[in-house]
């Protein structure tokens, strides 16, 4: 069975990456994909760009957030229980010019923060190597280029629990040769292209309509 994953919750009707939208997009998918980020003052935020407003948001703490962002709850954007979420999630761990030192606090702190059928996955692969073994839940590597697959290849021949979040791009390229049902393909928003990954076994789908998508589930 392939799973349906909320692109950052229902974007098209809430926030992006809002704990409200998230939840809410529970109704429509198995799983939620959602961001994270940390903060100067080493609280984790959902947020996808590294920065707002000009402000690198390592550079800034959940005041000057709440500043910057004076029409947004900031409680609707800080993580700090599991529980403020209401089913599985892809927890990605944005670390785009983030300090070593932000890199591994945050590592740190999503180690106690999921549950066993959660995803933590990153574009930074050696960050997802160093603590694949301290994770209480599943793991995986972000893929958005077809120069990717050659080592994505190796690491899977050594590691059959890695899991493979790839672009639309990548899953499509006659060089793919990951195993389908470790493999979760970002971002499918055409109903057709949809269901034809559908038929293909992948272990999920990420897309930005799930309540829409979802009447294509089998």
Not at 44 to 54: P, Q
Not at 105 to 126: H, L, V
Not at 178 to 187: A, C, F, N, Q
Not at 196 to 208: A, K, N, Q, S
């Amino acid at each position: 069975m392939t799973f349906i994953f909320g692109h950052r919750g229902l974007p098209h009707i809430y926030r992006e990456n809002s704990i409200v939208g998230l939840n809410k997009a529970f109704e429509y998918c198995d799983f939620i994909e959602t961001d994270l980020r940390i903060t100067k003052d080493n609280n984790i935020i959902f947020y996808h760009d590294s920065f707002i407003k000009g402000f690198f948001i390592q550079d800034l703490t959940l005041n000057e957030i709440e500043l910057l962002l004076p029409d947004i709850d900031l409680n609707d954007m800080i993580f700090n229980s599991r529980e403020q979420l209401n089913g599985n999630v892809n927890f990605e761990i944005k670390t785009d010019d983030t300090d070593k030192e932000y890199v591994e606090t945050i590592m740190k702190k999503i180690i106690g923060m999921t549950n066993y059928k959660d995803i933590i996955s990153s574009f930074n692969w050696e960050s997802i190597h160093n603590y694949k073994k301290s994770f209480n839940c599943r793991y995986g590597i972000i893929l958005d280029s077809e120069d990717d697959l050659f080592e994505a290849q190796a690491i899977s021949n050594h590691d059959d629990q890695m899991m493979f979040m790839v672009s639309n791009n990548v899953i499509n390229s006659r060089n793919f040769n990951l195993p389908y049902d470790r493999s979760v393909v970002w971002t499918v928003n055409d109903e057709n292209e949809f269901k034809r990954l559908m038929e293909l076994g992948l272990y999920g789908i990420i897309t930005d309509i799930p309540d829409t998508m979802q009447l294509y589930k089998k």
